[in-house]
């Protein structure tokens, strides 16, 4: 039971969850506030450069909540793993937690590149 307590007593993985969560809440106020503006139900979801013409896909505002989810589930995951993983090796945990950061910057360009296209 000592893990845990290790765990949130080491000051780079406080602060690398610190990050994830900043990260994560601030990829679900971009994605709510550029969906707030009431532009009606013609939002892009996929864009695939092989279809040519047809390459924007549209959707529906699901397709685009679906980031939101993808970012609170991408903060969860990485950091059970991380606590999982720090009593097996610390830098481990580190690096889970930092590919947790990853992610989520991604995530936050790639809806702010699709919401960006209506």
């Given at each position: 039971?000592?893990?845990?307590?290790?765990?949130?007593?080491?000051?780079?993985?406080?602060?690398?969850?610190?990050?994830?969560?900043?990260?994560?809440?601030?990829?679900?106020?971009?994605?709510?506030?550029?969906?707030?503006?009431?532009?009606g139900s013609g939002y892009i979801v996929q864009y695939r450069p092989v279809l040519g013409i047809n390459s924007y896909k549209t959707g529906s505002v699901t397709g685009l909540l679906s980031f939101i989810a993808f970012a609170l589930a991408i903060l969860a995951i990485h950091t059970i793993l991380s606590m999982r993983a720090y009593h097996v090796h610390r830098q481990l945990a580190i690096v889970i937690l930092g590919l947790g950061t990853l992610l989520l910057v991604l995530t936050i360009i790639v809806s702010n590149?699709?919401?960006?296209l209506r």
């Open positions: 039971m000592a893990t845990p307590r290790k765990y949130f007593h080491d000051h780079l993985v406080l602060l690398l969850l610190s990050v994830d969560t900043f990260l994560a809440f601030l990829a679900s106020i971009f994605v709510l506030l550029r969906l707030s503006t009431g532009h590149a699709l919401l960006v």
